[in-house]
């Protein structure tokens, strides 16, 4: 069976609209913010680098260009719901089913079922040729689905035997084959008692007059006003967030090996002194000089007071004599 390859773009388009916004906002605060953060202190100097480049906006084009991406699916993806709405809305009858390709056979098939209130997700493993081509969730059970747009052959019990076999091997709830003519009779008498179900053409068209005599009015992700103010909403929010982020302060060495500032000259010191530097070696606190204590002596009576001058005057005598420059000094 072909297996349709399916690009990351296809994959985001495949998704509703909100989420493909939601993954376009988190990837871009994820490059333009989340980089620098995780990694500014790693201790990993590639990982820090890596962080470093991202702050001063090197990766700032490549967050736009995710966001951006992911916004075009999101318009792929409301578009595709549009033409999905569309398609179901305006089939006639059996006719206008068999004019459709398989592609949008399996978009008309994967819609019904969406308006029957099951979650469907393209596999992708479908194709012209066969295939898981839908899933459906509903109550935690999934079924799975393979379309059949022959036009002129009807489907045999050799296809309806292979989704027996995906059935037990995937353990799933039920399988449906849906088809654009019929079953033949061994086909459906294999079907019968098991967890297969077979859809026909006429039993789809009636499935889908069902759905169109409904008349659904469109849900807020069908609108264009919706659409177009999530993508404003997501676009202003980018621009704006480099605005309230608080400015990352350069490389500045951090206090404890900043050299200690030299000591500032004395404002009564010459202007020609050299300066000198304080001693990289932790200077201890210097501890304050004693201060001497001078007592006072007792008054000395009169005849101390002569005693005193006259041993003064002898001493000054002997001072004098081995001493000769005293004697030619002059008197004050």
Same mark, same amino acid.
């Given at each position: 069976?072909?297996?349709? *390859?399916?690009?990351?773009?296809?994959? !985001?388009?495949?998704?509703?609209?909100?989420?493909?916004?939601?993954?376009?906002?988190?990837?871009?605060?994820?490059?333009?913010?989340?980089?620098?953060? /995780?990694?500014?202190?790693?201790?990993?100097?590639?990982?820090?680098?890596?962080? *470093?480049?991202?702050?001063?906006?090197?990766?700032?084009?490549?967050?736009?260009?995710?966001?951006?991406?992911?916004?075009?699916?999101?318009?792929?993806?409301?578009?595709?719901?549009?033409?999905?709405?569309?398609? /179901?809305?305006?089939? =006639?009858?059996?006719?206008?089913?068999?004019?459709? +390709?398989?592609?949008?056979?399996?978009?008309?098939?994967?819609?019904?079922?969406?308006?029957? @209130?099951?979650?469907?997700?393209? =596999? @992708?493993?479908?194709?012209?040729?066969?295939?898981?081509?839908?899933?459906?969730?509903? @109550?935690?059970?999934? $079924?799975?689905?393979?379309?059949?747009?022959?036009?002129?052959?009807?489907?045999?019990?050799?296809?309806?035997?292979?989704?027996?076999?995906?059935?037990? +091997?995937?353990?799933?709830?039920?399988?449906?084959?849906? #088809?654009?003519?019929?079953?033949?009779?061994?086909?459906?008498?294999?079907?019968? @008692?098991?967890?297969?179900?077979?859809? +026909?053409?006429?039993? !789809?068209?009636?499935?889908?007059?069902?759905?169109?005599?409904?008349?659904?009015?469109?849900?807020?992700?069908?609108?264009?006003?919706?659409?177009?103010?999530?993508? !404003?909403?997501?676009? !202003?929010?980018?621009?704006?967030?480099? *605005?309230?982020?608080?400015?990352?302060?350069?490389?500045?060495?951090?206090?404890?090996?900043?050299?200690?500032?030299?000591?500032?000259?004395? #404002? $009564?010191?010459?202007?020609?002194?050299?300066?000198?530097?304080?001693?990289?070696?932790?200077?201890?606190?210097?501890?304050?000089?004693?201060?001497?204590?001078?007592?006072?002596?007792?008054?000395?009576?009169?005849?101390?007071?002569?005693?005193?001058?006259?041993?003064?005057?002898?001493?000054?005598?002997?001072?004098?004599?081995? =001493?000769?420059?005293?004697?030619?000094?002059?008197?004050?």
């Amino acid at each position: 069976m072909g297996k349709r *390859k399916e690009s990351g773009f296809d994959l !985001l388009a495949s998704m509703p609209w909100p989420v493909c916004l939601l993954l376009g906002m988190m990837g871009f605060i994820g490059i333009q913010y989340g980089i620098e953060r /995780l990694w500014w202190s790693s201790s990993n100097p590639f990982l820090s680098g890596f962080a *470093k480049t991202a702050s001063i906006g090197v990766y700032t084009p490549i967050a736009w260009l995710a966001l951006c991406a992911c916004c075009l699916a999101a318009f792929a993806s409301f578009l595709g719901r549009r033409k999905r709405r569309h398609l /179901l809305e305006s089939q =006639t009858g059996m006719a206008s089913l068999g004019s459709m +390709d398989w592609r949008s056979f399996e978009r008309l098939v994967g819609e019904a079922f969406r308006r029957q @209130g099951y979650v469907v997700k393209e =596999t @992708g493993q479908g194709g012209a040729d066969g295939g898981i081509d839908l899933e459906l969730s509903k @109550g935690g059970q999934i $079924t799975l689905v393979q379309c059949k747009q022959w036009r002129s052959q009807r489907v045999g019990v050799q296809t309806v035997r292979e989704m027996y076999g995906i059935l037990m +091997d995937r353990s799933a709830a039920a399988v449906k084959i849906v #088809a654009l003519g019929r079953f033949t009779p061994d086909a459906a008498a294999f079907a019968h @008692g098991k967890r297969i179900e077979l859809v +026909d053409g006429h039993a !789809l068209l009636a499935t889908v007059k069902s759905i169109q005599a409904r008349k659904e009015p469109e849900g807020p992700l069908d609108r264009a006003l919706f659409f177009i103010g999530g993508v !404003l909403i997501c676009l !202003l929010i980018a621009a704006a967030l480099p *605005k309230l982020q608080p400015a990352r302060p350069t490389n500045v060495p951090s206090a404890s090996l900043r050299p200690s500032p030299a000591p500032l000259q004395s #404002a $009564t010191a010459t202007q020609g002194a050299p300066l000198v530097r304080a001693a990289s070696a932790p200077v201890q606190a210097a501890t304050p000089p004693s201060q001497k204590v001078y007592k006072a002596e007792p008054t000395m009576s009169s005849e101390e007071l002569r005693d005193w001058e006259k041993r003064n005057r002898e001493a000054m005598k002997i001072l004098e004599k081995t =001493t000769p420059e005293l004697e030619s000094a002059p008197a004050h």
